[in-house]
């Protein structure tokens, strides 16, 4: 009887212990907290503890311009003076561009290679018979363009040098942009085939030798290539003496038209082989006059004008 209750008591179920209801909230708690219902039971949660509102668009605006504009006046000071001497660069080169005079006595032979290639250059006919025609001016091209500039350009800098461009070439022109012959020494490091100048190298040359050409045709002095069509003739050889001849052949406002030509430099009593032919379309930009700093559309206008009629009559161009 006894062992009878003890299984009984020993099987026998816990009686199930709800608990307590929570006690209602006052009203006077609600505005400080947050309350939301999950199983019948109210969770609290402290206002403290949301997201806090962020600052608003013009604040977050007037923040950041305020340090971009630190920065920008930071980058400044430290850098004031490339800056000025850019664009003090650029002022000069378009009011007060090097003399071409100047050009002849800024390069000076750095090896006895270099001396002895200035030396043939100076001493061959072609370069006394352009001497003695008035209406040529003698120059180095290259030279004229300021040196902030000049380390960056790929013909007056890049492929200058031993073993390339050996010596700065010299150009003959004469004041109007109607003729144009340049002498160049074409070292051992420009080749393509084995002894053999890489053809565009010789493109580029003539690219370059016919816009300089037409340049003093043109509005503002300036050209970009709209077409150059180039026809090759015969190989150049490295380390040798190349002579550029280009003439521009019509002007029509800010277009002019130029045919060119490379040859050797024929030693006495030799005729000059022709390398390579080009005719090309070389066009004044129309915004132009913004790098050079005209006053006015009127006083643009009136130059253009005065070089269209100038340039009609050297060139019988209606």
């Not at 920065?71 to 430290?78: E, G, W």
């Not at 003076?81 to 050009?103: A, C, K, N």
């Not at 006394?128 to 120059?139: G, V």
């Not at 022709?274 to 009136?302: H, M, Q, Y």
Request: include cysteine.
């Amino acid at each position: 009887m006894l062992a009878r209750r003890l299984v009984g008591l020993a099987t026998r179920q816990a009686p199930l212990v709800r608990p307590a209801p929570s006690p209602p909230l006052s009203r006077a708690f609600v505005p400080a907290s947050f309350e939301r219902v999950t199983n019948s039971h109210l969770v609290h949660v402290a206002a403290d503890t949301l997201p806090a509102k962020g600052p608003g668009i013009i604040r977050t605006s007037l923040k950041y311009g305020f340090w971009g504009a630190l920065a920008f006046l930071v980058t400044f000071v430290y850098t004031s003076d490339p800056v000025l001497d850019y664009f003090g660069e650029v002022l000069r080169m378009t009011r007060d561009p090097i003399p071409d005079s100047e050009t002849l006595e800024m390069y000076e032979p750095e090896s006895p290679e270099e001396r002895e290639i200035e030396d043939y250059i100076n001493a061959h006919p072609l370069a006394a018979e352009l001497r003695s025609d008035p209406e040529m001016i003698e120059s180095r091209p290259h030279l004229k363009m300021p040196a902030l500039f000049r380390h960056a350009n790929f013909t007056g800098n890049t492929l200058m040098g031993k073993g390339r461009v050996t010596v700065p070439p010299v150009a003959w022109a004469d004041a109007h942009g109607k003729s144009i012959t340049t002498i160049s020494h074409l070292g051992t490091d420009m080749c393509g085939h084995p002894g053999i100048v890489h053809g565009g190298f010789l493109a580029t040359m003539l690219d370059e030798g016919l816009a300089r050409c037409c340049f003093a045709a043109l509005p503002h002095n300036v050209g970009m290539t709209a077409t150059l069509t180039v026809n090759y003739k015969a190989p150049a050889r490295a380390d040798s003496y190349i002579v550029l001849r280009a003439t521009t052949t019509k002007v029509e406002g800010r277009k002019a038209w130029v045919e060119g030509r490379l040859e050797t430099l024929p030693a006495e009593g030799e005729q000059p082989v022709v390398i390579a032919t080009a005719e090309g379309l070389f066009i004044s930009p129309k915004n132009a006059e913004v790098s050079l700093g005209l006053s006015s559309r009127r006083d643009i206008s009136l130059a253009d004008n005065g070089r269209a009629q100038k340039m009609a009559n050297v060139y019988s161009v209606k």
